[in-house]
């Protein structure tokens, strides 16, 4: 393990110049810190944690009530009466590392843990304060030590603390974590060792806390593990579980894919198998039982059962997708490779392909990039159903001018007799010996409406394009060819700051929306960098909730003050005419991402 007692560190002095040296981006000598510390550094740095100061983002009450705090007040309070005198503190935190409770056995340290903010309702995740024994134990998920020059601000340097992560005892997610604070001339080798303890001490209490729907959806999970020997998944909306199997086979992203399939089947009371395309490649059949509670109209959660299908041995490692080239076309998330390797796979097999998503998505780019790549001199032509064409028509244009691609956008939108005078020049086209390869958009759910049957016997592949809230990692190359389309093509780009705000929105209007914001955008801004600041105000916020016109305008009022203060919330507040207690409420309760100062 990647510890040392303070007694072992480097001098504090050489550790402060290597760190300075760190700061400055100058070369860290090799054993000149510890790597866990190194790495930590590293992702402060990525994370634009300022060094010089400590300005912890404020998310205030962080449910006081919890099963955690339930579970850990009696271990902590024991624990608390032995260090009363002591300068040591004991601080519990959520998973994040928001200060659930602190308390502190002397007044000087307590005084200084309020000065650096180290007290409830405010973060020490890495993200917010950087290197710290809290945040780091998170991020890294194992017990942490971090002594004085160690912690990445500046002002923590005289402290020393060791956090350890606090994992359910039921579903094994990580819940929150346990640290003790020391002035760093005070610390022994036994802080880590005492937190493991307290650690170990609230896992066993929240077992005897978990309340009755935690047990009844567990009871539900170890059964049927026992009775099938596949991929199984419990869920509700605190916990989730997994096999071993189901760990071994699916990435995140697959994993993601399954419960929100779960979710939905659970809400819509669908008890029938599916068949589902993961994003790595696997095919498979799953079913989702809803667990009872302790009344039969309570719901303790759902147990996922999943089979693979379709493959002619065992995958034991999912193959990655590789990227494909499309002209015109973007993307590395695993589900938009997916999308595309499907759709050629289509192509190969001379297979008709139904090209399903929401509106925004890019089916039609998707459609031309495929043309272009196979036969970028033979001609493609499009048609939009929702114009109401003279379907004859295309057999005349056919016969004059070979198509060699054919699309036809918004078929969802045919009244039942087009649908038919469709189907029947498609029928011509498919006898014809130059046929064209023909595609047909449509928005999801479309292919059970029942004037689309004929008309979509002659597409036997469905290849549904994912909305770009669930490729969002894509918008830092979708980004640059928007602007480039937009004639912005090296004279603006667009900065990490702003790219990480645009990453955090729902996009329900998708590629679409993605070129309204930019063309809005690049009317104010020509040239050079797009900041935050540049960016509508909704895109500094997430909401959890849908917001009236009021609460809409004192959002926007918000952000812009804090644009004005240079995201200074004190001033912001002065601004405002309001206190700091309530702009950080707000700033809490509208997501607003404060920039950078």
Known sequence: MDEMAPGTLLADDELARTRVRF???????????????LASWRRSREFRVEADRIDPLYL????????????????????????EGQPISLILTDASGVVLTQQTGDADLARHLERVELVPGFSYGEQSVGTN???????????????????YAEHLENLACAGVPIHHPISGKKVGAVDLTCWYKDAGGLLVALARSTAEQI???????SDLREMILFQAYLQTCRRWTGIVLAFNDDIVMMNDRARQLLDPADQSVLLGHATEALAGDRRTPATLALSSGLRVRVLCRRVAGRRESETAGGVLTVKLIEAEEPLAVPTPMLPMYLPGVVGSAPLWLRCGHDLDTGHRHGEWVALEGEPGTGKLTLAKGLHQRHHPAARLLTVDAALGPDWAALLREHAEAPIRTLVIRHADGLAAPAATALAAVLRTLREDAQAPWVVVTLVPEAETEPALAELLKFFPRTVRVPPLRHHVEDLAELVPLVLSKLGYGGRLTCSAAALH???RA????????????????????RAGTIRPGDLPAEFHAVTRRPLNRFESIERDAIVRCLEDADGNKVRAAKLLGISRATIYRKIHEYGIVPPAR
């Open 133 to 151: 024994g809290i945040g780091t134990a998170l991020e890294d998920g194992r017990p942490t030590t971090v002594f004085g020059h160690e912690h």
């Open 501 to 503: 705000l645009l990453m």
């Open 60 to 83: 205030g009450d962080q449910h006081p009530d919890s099963p955690l705090v339930r579970g850990a007040e009696p271990v902590l309070h024991k624990l608390g009466e032995q260090f």
């Open 23 to 37: 700061l400055t981006a100058e070369p860290v000598p090799a054993g000149a810190v510890r790597q866990t510390i």
């Open 506 to 525: 729902e996009w329900p209007g998708n590629t679409g929306q993605l070129h309204q914001v930019l063309r809005t955008v690049a009317q104010r801004r």
């Open 203 to 209: 896992r066993q209490a929240l077992l005897r806390h």
